[in-house]
């Protein structure tokens, strides 16, 4: 099932509404506990990540569920479409140039910096192969279409971000302490922002079993 779409601003109007439509969409698939508490949490962590992610920011959420062999898929979604003129483009051109932004520290305030840039050009491939040339931790998680060239990524994903931080553990310290304390880290079984033409998308999927 999918649920109404919510329209969400930067000053957190629309959250209300999010949360709510968010236990009417545990209620609908019978969460309780736990499970209820989790996707409460997540909806919380998104809706945080929005708030100041930029001037003037509005985007889409909902939720959807897909039942499976294995239990509820589960995804909260956020929307934006790219318009960089409305937004801190020279801002965000700067941050990207120097690889530096004190917003972008922990897991949850890379994911927005990932989201946010990604907002802001419509050819995801150039303007992204720049931003990772000076972001490690955004190559890290990022995936490739098919017929992608080697830097043409279409996504960043925390699931791959993750493996390859444990992966290269031994020199990724700082990363690995991050992804522990991190909330959307430890309950989300994978983000995904996916960097499409006209839109940029952010889905946390958690699997209720």
Known sequence: MKTDVIR????LKGSEEAMATAEKFCEYNGFEGRNAKHIRLLTEELLSMVHGIMENFRGDMWFESQKGDEGTLCRICLRADKAADCFQEEYLLSVASSGKNENAKGIL???????RVSTQHANDGVYMNEYTSVNNWFSMGAAMTESASARNYRYWSLKDYHRRVYDNRENAAEELDELEKSIIAKIADD?????RSETTELVAEKLIK
């Open 8 to 11: 969400i601003y930067s000053d």
């Open 109 to 115: 305030g890379k994911i927005r910096e990932a989201f």
């Open 191 to 195: 983000v995904k922002v996916w960097l």
